[in-house]
């Protein structure tokens, strides 16, 4: 079983929607959460991390379920700069290596 | 975040040659990491380089293979030695720099082997 799961996508969204992105993680010791946006041909960016209680950026919220080892982030009023991957990215308790989800890849349309 | 330089961002190499790439940090840091990204894949961690001591690797990967150097807090050197098409990739280094064990990513190495 993969260390971290996620939807590949692709999500179509026109401008001003809201998306919800889900990834599931299969230790239940993971002790770091994060979401990070790669464009193409670039390297990945921290977007934000996880926090137990969740955390909200700006448009940008990220939730956390440990019971159900489960992280969400939802982009509110989509724009078209937000076209991008987002990766899942987990770091396992004892450990300095992250592990990375597939990645969500989303288009957002005028 | 630190700022991190690689170098070449590029190449085209052709099997069986090897290509070492570099990684530089503006600031000093403790650890430094080495991930490949294959066509259309995530980021899989290479090894971990820590200053002074030998390069840990993950599973799957090999010293003979992907031998790292890391002389000091600011630099490390990635080799893909004997390359076949299969090596074609995206080699990222990064380095650790949060409260939560975050890492930030240099632009990356864009492997093409021929």
């Known amino acids: 079983r993969k260390e971290v799961e996620q939807d590949p996508g692709p999500f179509n969204v026109p401008e001003g929607a809201t998306v919800a992105f889900n990834c599931t993680y299969s230790n239940s010791a993971s002790q770091s959460f994060f979401w990070y946006r790669q464009d193409c041909r670039k390297e990945p960016k921290l977007l934000m991390s996880v926090y137990s209680s969740g955390n909200e950026d700006g448009r940008f919220t990220a939730q956390l379920n440990r019971a159900s080892q489960y992280i969400s982030l939802l982009i509110r009023d989509s724009k078209l700069s937000d076209s991008a991957t987002y990766l899942c990215?987990?770091?396992?308790?004892?450990?300095?290596?992250?592990?990375f989800g597939t990645g969500t890849r989303l288009t957002v349309i005028p | 975040s630190a700022v991190i330089s690689q170098k070449p961002s590029r190449d085209i190499c052709q099997r069986g040659t090897s290509l070492t790439i570099q990684c530089q940090v503006d600031?000093?840091?403790?650890?430094m990491f080495w991930y490949r990204q294959q066509p259309g894949q995530s980021l899989t961690l290479i090894a971990t380089?820590?200053?002074?001591?030998?390069?840990?690797?993950e599973s799957g990967f090999v010293i003979d293979k992907f031998p790292i150097s890391r002389p000091n807090l600011t630099f490390s050197t990635l080799t893909v030695s004997n390359m076949s098409p299969e090596d074609s990739s995206i080699y990222l280094c990064?380095?650790?720099?949060?409260?939560?064990?975050?890492?930030?990513f240099g632009p990356g190495t864009r492997l093409t082997v021929t």
């Open positions: 380089a820590n200053q002074g001591s030998e390069a840990t690797y």
């Open positions: 600031s000093q840091v403790t650890m």
């Open positions: 990215v987990v770091i396992k308790t004892g450990a300095n290596n992250l592990f």
């Open positions: 990064s380095v650790e720099g949060g409260e939560y064990y975050e890492q930030y």
